[in-house]
């Protein structure tokens, strides 16, 4: 199985910022990267699709960006509904995998 | 608009079978458009694949849960199901069915989700 490693597993922000998560696959998954947001006690809702793409009605504060190994998701100026865990999944293999999470708090 | 609806018990005895429907509303599971699919999520954990269902029937599941994992559809239903037999504890999880779309043969996500059925294996 295709491993993926977010970093950081949690971080702190406030409102307004500019954040930046990492995903790093343990093998070469050209753009087949997927993130989603997660909210507590809900489904996870899919932000971007094929590593850089914004799936329809996400802002475009957020951003994905990255190939091979390594991708970002980017979040250019956070806002109050944006504290949740956020989860990048390869899709070049099967099975399907996540990364373990970042869960974004408040400072 | 697609939507996900899962249902079954949310108790289940150790060494049982896991019985989980998903209904899809405003779609059809016979649509070559979608790969239905199952993922889990253990209290306090990450989201865990599970394994998916193709219109054709084709399936496939995460080798480590193969041997106990079984994906069916109902077209007549419009539903699919999962089935994980000889559960233990380690079996407790909020479990989600999902579609992965495809679109001009290129995947594209796991973009409608259903709220997510918890399960919990005790006696």
């Known amino acids: 199985d295709i491993q993926m490693t977010q970093s950081p597993s949690s971080l702190s922000a406030s409102v307004g910022d500019r954040v930046t998560i990492t995903c790093q696959a343990s093998?070469?998954?050209?753009?087949?990267l997927n993130w989603y947001q997660q909210k507590s006690g809900k489904a996870p809702r899919l932000l971007i699709y094929?590593?850089?793409n914004l799936e329809r009605g996400v802002p475009s504060r957020f951003s994905g960006s990255g190939s091979g190994t390594d991708f970002t998701l980017t979040i250019s100026s956070l806002q109050p509904e944006d504290f949740a865990t956020y989860y990048c999944?390869?899709?070049?293999?099967?099975?399907?995998?996540f990364g373990q999470g970042t869960k974004l708090e408040i400072k | 608009q697609m939507q996900l609806q899962e249902s079954g018990p949310g108790l289940v005895r150790p060494s049982q079978t896991l019985s989980l429907t998903c209904t899809v509303s405003?779609?059809?599971?016979?649509?070559?458009?979608?790969?239905w699919t199952w993922i889990r999520q253990h209290p306090g954990k990450g989201l865990e694949w599970i394994g998916y269902?193709?219109?054709?029937?084709?399936?496939y599941s995460k080798p480590s849960l193969k041997s106990r994992v079984s994906i069916s559809l109902d077209t007549s239903k419009n539903q699919f199901s999962l089935k994980l037999s000889s559960v233990t504890a380690a079996d407790t999880a909020v479990y989600y069915c999902?579609?992965?779309?495809?679109?001009?043969?290129?995947?594209?996500?796991?973009?409608?989700w259903g709220q997510g059925t918890t399960v919990t294996v005790s006696s």
């Open positions: 405003g779609g059809y599971v016979s649509s070559g458009d979608y790969y």
């Open positions: 094929d590593a850089s």
């Open positions: 093998q070469d998954i050209s753009n087949y």
């Open positions: 269902i193709y219109h054709s029937g084709i399936t």
């Open positions: 999944q390869q899709y070049d293999n099967l099975p399907r995998t």
């Open positions: 999902a579609r992965e779309s495809l679109g001009l043969g290129e995947f594209l996500g796991l973009d409608v």
